[in-house]
């Protein structure tokens, strides 16, 4: 069992910045690709970026390309989600996902994952 814990949202403006941390415990010594994904009110969950577990790729939905950042730091088996000009549109709350991999890979589609985190809101004003 691995357990996620999200950080770090909150309350900002449009055009602010905001960096979002996933803390994973538990069986972490098997490679984790590391997911997030947002789910707004009324809406479906969605994903926005992965980073396999040796850090080595990432991809990242169209909607965030630019402006998201994703990294890790597997010695502090920690995931990182640097957000810069936010948009309104980019409220929601936004999810931490792991899924046992191979080191390489990116599952892009939010099935594939084994382990959720509680979420942490993210809202943006404009």
């Known amino acids: 069992q691995v357990q996620l814990v999200e950080s770090g949202g909150g309350l900002v403006q449009a055009g602010g910045s905001l960096r979002l941390s996933c803390a994973a415990s538990?069986?972490?010594?098997?490679?984790?690709?590391m997911g997030w994904f947002r789910q707004a009110p009324g809406k479906e969950r969605e994903f926005v970026v992965v980073?396999?577990?040796?850090?080595?790729?990432?991809n990242y939905a169209d909607s965030v390309k630019g402006r998201f950042t994703i990294s890790r730091d597997n010695a502090k088996n920690t995931v990182y989600l640097q957000m810069n000009s936010l948009k309104p549109e980019d409220t929601a709350v936004y999810y931490c996902?792991?899924?046992?991999?191979?080191?390489?890979?990116?599952?892009?589609?939010?099935?594939?994952?084994?382990?959720w985190g509680q979420g942490t809101q993210v809202t943006v004003s404009s």
């Open positions: 996902a792991a899924k046992k991999t191979a080191p390489w890979s990116t599952p892009r589609a939010g099935y594939e994952y084994d382990y």
């Open positions: 980073i396999s577990w040796n850090g080595g790729n990432t």
């Open positions: 538990g069986r972490t010594a098997s490679p984790y690709a």
